[in-house]
Structures are given as C-alpha cells and as structure tokens.
C-alpha cells in the first residue's frame, strides 16, 4: 500500500466551481450523475479523479459529448482524464453502486433498510469519481429519486427547493446547498424515518426549524438531543458569537455507523446511541454522551464546515478545535471540575500509551497509508488539549480575540493548522517560538519539577526539567513551550497570594492590571532546564503544580506523600484536589504490585483509607466529584506505569484495594446508598446525576465484599431500580461474583430489554469484560447470540472491544484471548475494514508485556499481517505494530 506524506502537498490543477448531483435510488443498482463545472487553474495538466474499484463507470462526456477512449484511463483507485479544454468545461460521469452490498459503512449504504452515507474522510470516491480532497470547495445540489412508498423520505444537505412525484410509484426531492464545501461533507438520506421538529430563533432574528430523524417508535426517545442541541446553538453565540447559518438543521440517527456521529453540512448523520435516551434506557453516561456528541457536531459547523482543512494531516485544525468546544460546552452545562477530571482521565487512559507505543504520531500526522486509522485520540483529544494551551497561555478573552480574527481571515477557506496558530498569536500580539513543536512532535513530555523554600529569602524555588521521549521516526525531540500552572497553598490550606515571579533573570509582576492579586500563576517552561522563584513567600508552601492539568505531560515531582494528603483535602484547584489522591492511589497500587509479585502479604495502609473516608463524608462536597476521588485508577492506566505490565497482579491488587476500604468503609458506603436514592421521577440534572453516581460507586464498592447480605441489597436494587443508570449499575455489581444472582439478573435483564438494541449493548459489554476466568469461551459463544450482530459496529465495540479492556482474559497466558481477537479482526476485515483496524488496535501496545505474551501476541499479528487480500487500514496497523 502506497504512503502518503505531508511534505508532497500540491494544491490542485482544477477548481471545482459547481457540482448537480442526481441519485436514482435502487433496490439492486443505484445510478449517480454527477455533473460538474470543472474550471482549470493550470493548462495541460492531467485531471486525476479518485474512485473505489467498487465503481462501475457508465458514461463520462465533456461538454455534452463522450470522452473517447483514448483520453481517459481507469486504474484500480483513478480516473485520469486528458486532453482537455483549457478554459472552464461540463464534465458529465455517470456511475453504477450497490449501497445494499456495502457493509463497509463508508460512502452510500443502506442500513435498517434506508440508504444513509459517511463520506468523511474518502468515502465519496465511493460514490462517483471526485477530486476527494477537502481543499477542492464547490456548491452542490443533490437531486433524490427514489420509490416513494419504500423511502418516503429524501433529505439532502441545504435548502429543499423542489419536490413531487414521478411515475412507478417513484418519487423526488432536490436539495441545494449554498454554502461550498467539500464533498466529505456531502450527505443523503432516503428511508421510512419520522421527525420530531422545533425551532431555535438565532441572536439576529432567524428562525431556524430542527429536525431530528428516527424511525417512528424512536421519536419518543429525541427530547434530550432536542434539548442538547437548542443548548448548542444559544452557547455557541453566548461564547463565540457563532450563529447557525441556514434556516433548516437536519439530524438523523442510524443503527449502523462506524463512528459517533458526522457534522454533514446541516444534515448532521448520527449513531444511533448518540441521539437515542429515555431515562428507562439510557444511563447518565449516555445522556452526557449525547450532550457532547449533538454539541460537538453542531459546533463542527463553523470549525470544520465554514473553515475546513487543506488536507487531513491538518485533521486536529477541526477536530482539536471542536473537541475543546464541545469540552467547554458540557462544562458549562454541567460541573467545570468533573469534566475537566473525565477528559483528562479520558486522555491518559487512551491517549498516553498511543504517545508511548509504535502508532504514536504527532497532534498532525506526517504520513499515512489510511486516513481512517488517523481518527486517534492524538488529534482528537491531546489536539484539543493542544487548543486548550492557547486559552491558557493567552487567557479567555485573548482566545475569543484568536478566534474572531481565524474566522475573519478564513471563513470559506480550507486551511493550515499555521493559519490557526497565526490568528491566535497575530490577534493578541504574542510570540511563542516553540509552541508550533505541539503539532510536529510526538510523545508525552515528561515534566519533572523539584521545589525549595528559602525562608531567609522568602522565596519558594520551582526547578523543572522536560524531556520528550523518541517515538518512531522521531528520535530527537526539541523543548516545547508548556504552560505550568501553579498555585500556592499555606499551612491552613488557603491559596497564598502570588506577587511576583523570577523567571532566571527576568522578574514578573503577577498581579492583574486592575490590581487584584492572583493565587494561580502560569509558569512558561519552554527550555530543557528552567528555574522560576516566587518572591515574597512567607511560610513554606505546599505546591500544587499543574493546576486543572495546564498542559499534556507526565509530571513527576517531589511532592510529599503527607503534601498530596493536605492536596486532597485543601486544594482550592478541583482538578489538582482529585489529582492527589489519584497520585496517592498509583504509588500504592505500584507498591502492593511489586509485593504481590514477590508474593509478600498486601495491606493498604490507614492514611489512605482516611483519606477517602474524610473524603467520601465531606458533605460540603460536589457528590460527583466524590465519586471520581472514590475511583482508582484503571487496570490499563497502571499498567502503563510498570516496566513489564503485569495484568494479573495489577488485577488482583485494584480487586483488593477496593475491598480493603469497602471493608474499612463498609458503614460510610452503606450510608451514603441510603441517603443517595433515586427519587421515582428520573432528573437528568447534573445534582441527581451526582447523587446517583456517588450511590453507584459506593454498590459496587460493596459489592466486592461478596457477602450474602450485601447480594440481597444488590437485588433489591437492582429490582426497584426505575431508571437504566441505577439498573444497570446494579446489574454490573451483581456481576462482579459469580453465581446464581448474577446469572438470574443477566436473563433477567436479556428478557426485560431484548427488542431494545442499545440496552442489549449494555448487556453484551458487562458479560464481555467479566475477570471470570475462561471468559473467552463465552464471549466466543455469544458470537452466535441473536443479540449480537457483526455488521453492527455497536454491538462489535460492545462485545469484542469490551473484551479486549478485560484484562485479565484478554491477556490470558495461554493466548486464546489474543486468538480470539485475531480471528474476529480477520473476519470483520473482509466486512468492514474501519472496524476491524479500531479492533486490532487492542494489539498495538504488546511489547508492554513479559516474553510469552509478546510471543503469543506478535504470531497473532503475523497471522493477520499475512493474509491475503488484507485491508490497507488493518495492514497499517498490523505493519506499524510489528516494526
Ligand atoms: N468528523 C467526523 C468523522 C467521522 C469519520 C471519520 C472516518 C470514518 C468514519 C467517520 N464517521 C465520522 C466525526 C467527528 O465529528 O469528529
Ligand atoms: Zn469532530
């Protein structure tokens, strides 16, 4: 498979200024013409179309007459074309497809019977021949045809301008988009699908009518997208003055999708899971999904729509973007601090090992073979934290001030991530020469920070060293600008006010203009070794550094274990408050880890314990927010910490720590169960959530106790649950200990939601990432379950993905979880080549492990590596681990 590579960007020979397409919908073949006004910027140049081989060519005229023979040539992935006018011309290509038969979810497809499609980031070359590409805009018109009984529905992107019926029981919608775009933003849809409809009056006056599509028994379950997105539009001019700019905003959610959802040009397409909530079926988790997804795709509309990218290594110039919008849109919708704990624990669980392991590439990729397998958490999420830097280097309004200038200058352009670094520094006169090595260089810097108080001087000294460290194809890495937040705290807790700052020789005042003083300071570290004295330090402080996680490293300090107990219990910074006790928490997990190998006895000591006792009855406290102090971190988040990643010590070691304090805590947890129950009425309000995940915990704390009594509360809550975040919670407890009360509530729920297919994902999941030993056997058999479904890219996330997190069958010693995942990777490539290389990706960091399971692991990735007719997105992933 060929590479492409950044450094070879060419802008194109030939602008395309206008493109009438027409669909003729079929239940065997569908026919699409595309006619388009093709204009050449250079003459003489060949004019190369990409096209899937899937494609069936049927007439391609110039002007109004065929092209001859001689001057157009298909290979399996082009049509070149030559020989052509030197001025503007009509190039007419008609082509053959069969939406039915593509189960790959990339171009037209048809799922649950309509036809749906996803043309981000190449699928429209599987749809006609097309210079794919997102820096080739043009204003398209879509017209539909189609048999009206079977699809009586035809949505396009833009304004319906026409409609009516034709003979045979057909029917025909034609849509026109006034805004160019690229054609990944392109979409149709044709089916039986029902709306629920509102409106939203934007800040100058404009109604706009809402539509969220669903089939007719789903139409009860869109209020809270409804909400979600009404929530978008009002925060998305409160925030950035960004109003919607066409009078109609489609949705639509499908079964079938390889993604979360595609910000299509006002007909956003969505997975279904991400559209779809009662509070019956869906969990708090899925509520707040939906909140961020509806929001993101929405925000999409300006930072990816308006403004595109160039090419797709400028991916995070959207996706950085509209993640860190989306970010703030739920802070603002629900707790700042909780969210801000999510995404960064989001961020080290996924984002960090693909930093450390052989698929670690920059924030904008240098090459690839397949666009899709760049999709990552690199761009999305550690691209946000990228932008997040810029608000936090330049301050909230300087950010706002960044972007009105980017829109200013780019609206209606597909751009660099230069031009959006440009906007922000030009539009608040700043200079950061290292800040661009964000978007260049790969790997997790690790910041190590060293800290003195001088009480003669009254100075508190901050030494920090950054390194990053090579990745593949980069074994040199320069200093890059990371900002380091920093607080002070005194003996009683309180922020010590922060007066001024020596950073070597240069002396900063650091109180505002208006002369208010400041408790949290943003230290500049860009050089490999820097030291910054606070002066006018009266006491000797207690450092809380890297406030609400000012920048994507790795900090290793010398702060105390009895300094992160007074961090957990003072800090005036939520993040930095959750972040103690989460550093308490590895340093005791690594420790009992390392005992567990030796095969000495464990035992977690008191102050731990009381450090989450306090926490958890600190009733001044936001309930959420206990609840992730409660949290350990994860089995994989740990495993990344050690040397050699040991799964089954790591395994046993979390199992008893949580026991330990449900042990030590067992009156504390089963108070705060009783004082947390859900009213009847389900509130998705960011208080009752709090409450319920605090509760939720708290049962599943209990739950590890695996004592009779413990079993009965777990059924009774499980019965009397009345809504799926406190039901399934239950469920998942009931699950941890085998027996006769997890089986009765695992076919219990099964008969309860069978017909539901999103709760039998939930149902799926839970059994797939059980530690009962053996587990593969069983996950295998529900292969063959009538709710499990390998087209659906759900139900494969569900079942083999949620396999692949359970550590310990995952990584079972004699290999049969890793044969497991080969076979499934095998077989779902010959169906659909995204899902697959998302499920192969589970391989990708085996040199973690000891010497048996790199061996076991690395036959499996021959095995795959191997096979014939591979896809390009499993062999990129199969060839870049193995390297
Ligand atoms: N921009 C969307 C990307 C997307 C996608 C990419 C590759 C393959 C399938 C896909 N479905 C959606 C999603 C987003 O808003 O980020
Ligand atoms: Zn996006």
Redesign the pocket.
């Known amino acids: 498979p060929k590479e492409i590579f950044l450094r070879d960007y060419k802008a194109p020979d030939y602008a395309f200024e206008k493109v009438d397409l027409k669909f003729e919908l079929g239940e065997e073949k569908t026919l699409v013409t595309s006619n388009i006004r093709v204009l050449p910027k250079s003459s003489g140049a060949p004019l190369i179309l990409d096209g899937d081989s899937s494609l069936k060519l049927v007439t391609l005229k110039i002007n109004g007459s065929s092209v001859p023979e001689e001057d157009f040539k298909i290979t399996p992935r082009k049509l070149h074309l030559t020989s052509l006018p030197t001025g503007p011309f009509e190039l007419e290509i008609v082509t053959e497809i069969e939406p039915q038969n593509n189960t790959s979810l990339?171009g037209l497809y048809k799922s649950s019977g309509n036809f749906c499609t996803?043309c981000?980031?190449e699928?429209f070359r599987k749809i006609t021949y097309y210079q794919d590409r997102p820096d080739v805009m043009s204003k398209f018109t879509t017209r539909i045809e189609a048999d009206k009984a079977l699809y009586p529905v035809l949505l396009g992107n833009g304004n319906l301008i026409e409609e009516g019926d034709l003979t045979d029981g057909k029917h025909y919608a034609v849509w026109e988009d006034p805004w160019t775009k690229p054609c990944y933003l392109f979409a149709l849809v044709a089916g039986q699908l029902v709306s629920r409809d509102d409106t939203f009056t934007t800040m100058s006056g404009r109604k706009v009518v809402l539509r969220i599509w669903t089939p007719p028994q789903d139409i009860p379950k869109t209020d809270h997208a409804m909400k979600s997105l009404i929530n978008s539009m009002k925060w998305d001019e409160e925030v950035f003055g960004l109003e919607y700019d066409l009078d109609l905003f489609n949705v639509v959610a499908v079964p079938d999708?390889?993604?979360?959802?595609?910000?299509n040009k006002s007909l956003n397409i969505f997975n279904s899971r991400l559209v779809l909530a009662s509070p019956e079926t869906a969990t708090d988790s899925d509520y707040a999904a939906i909140e961020g997804v509806i929001g993101?795709?929405y925000f999409?509309n300006w930072t990816?729509n308006r403004v595109t990218c160039r090419d797709w290594f400028q991916l995070s110039l959207k996706?950085g973007l509209?993640v860190f919008r989306d970010q703030e849109f739920s802070s603002d919708m629900g707790s700042r601090g909780v969210k801000r704990i999510s995404d960064v624990s989001r961020l080290r669980i996924s984002q960090f090992p693909q930093d450390a392991g052989p698929m670690a590439h920059p924030v904008r990729p240098q090459s690839y073979i397949k666009m899709?397998n760049f999709?990552t958490v690199t761009v999305?999420e550690k691209g946000a934290e990228v932008v997040r830097m810029y608000q936090t280097l330049l301050g909230k309004e300087g950010f706002r001030k960044g972007m009105d200038l980017y829109f200013q200058r780019h609206d209606g352009q597909a751009v660099s991530c230069e031009e959006f670094m440009a906007a922000m520094f030009d539009a608040n006169d700043a200079k950061f020469p290292t800040f661009p090595l964000w978007y260049a260089q790969a790997g997790t810097p690790i910041l190590t920070v060293t800290t003195s108080y001088d009480a003669d001087a009254q100075s508190f000294t901050i030494k920090c060293k950054q390194e990053v460290p090579p990745t593949a194809g980069q074994p040199q890495k320069e200093p890059m600008l990371l900002p380091l937040a920093v607080g002070l705290l005194d003996s009683q807790g309180n922020d010590m006010r922060l007066s001024s700052v020596k950073d070597g020789a240069s002396l900063h005042n650091l109180s505002s203009s208006d002369g208010d003083f400041t408790t949290t300071a943003v230290l500049h570290v860009d050089k490999a070794e820097q030291e910054f004295t606070f002066l006018g330090i009266t006491e000797k402080p207690v450092p809380s550094l890297l406030r609400n996680f000012s920048a994507p490293v790795r900090l290793v300090s010398d702060v105390t274990d009895d300094e992160l107990f007074f961090l957990l219990a003072h800090d005036s910074d939520q993040f930095n408050r959750w972040e103690a006790g989460q550093t308490l928490a590895r340093k005791l997990m690594l420790d009992l880890i390392s005992k567990q190998q030796k095969g000495e006895e464990l035992n977690v000591n008191s102050a731990f314990i009381e450090g989450i006792r306090s926490t958890v009855t600190n009733s001044s406290l936001d309930k959420e927010f206990v609840a992730k102090c409660m949290s350990l971190p994860g089995e994989s988040e740990i495993a990344d910490l050690m040397e050699v990643a040991d799964p089954d010590a790591i395994h046993t070691v979390r199992r008893f720590v949580i026991k330990q304090i449900a042990a030590s805590l067992r009156e504390e947890l089963l108070s705060t169960v009783e004082e947390n129950r859900s009213s009847a009425a389900y509130d998705p309000s960011h208080e009752h959530r709090a409450r319920r995940s605090l509760k939720n915990i708290s049962l599943s704390y209990m739950a590890s106790l695996n004592e009779p009594e413990i079993t009965e509360l777990l059924v009774n809550e499980y019965k009397n649950a009345t809504n799926m975040t406190d039901q399934v919670s239950a469920l998942a407890a009931l699950c941890q200990n085998p027996g006769d009360a997890r089986s009765q509530a695992l076919s219990d729920f099964y008969d309860q939601w069978k017909e539901e297919a999103l709760v039998m994902n939930k149902w799926l999941a839970l059994q797939a990432m059980s530690d009962v030993p053996g587990n593969v056997e069983h996950v295998r058999s529900l292969l063959e379950h009538p709710a499990f479904d390998i087209r659906n890219p759900n139900k494969v996330y569900s079942l083999i993905g949620g396999f692949c997190a359970s550590a310990v069958n995952f990584h079972a010693k004699d290999g049969s979880g890793y044969k497991f995942l080969a076979d499934i990777v095998l077989e779902l490539d010959k169906l659909n080549p995204?899902v697959a290389s998302r499920m192969i990706s589970a391989f990708t960091r085996w040199r973690r492990f000891d010497e048996e399971r790199q061996a076991l692991t690395k036959a499996q990735l021959e095995r795959i590596k191997s096979q014939d007719g591979l896809s390009d997105n499993v062999f990129e992933i199969a060839s870049k681990s193995l390297a």
Not at 257 to 263: L, S, T, V
């Open positions: 990339e996803q981000e980031a699928g999708f390889n993604m979360g959802a595609m910000e993101h795709e999409h990816g996706e509209t899709d999709y999305y995204q």
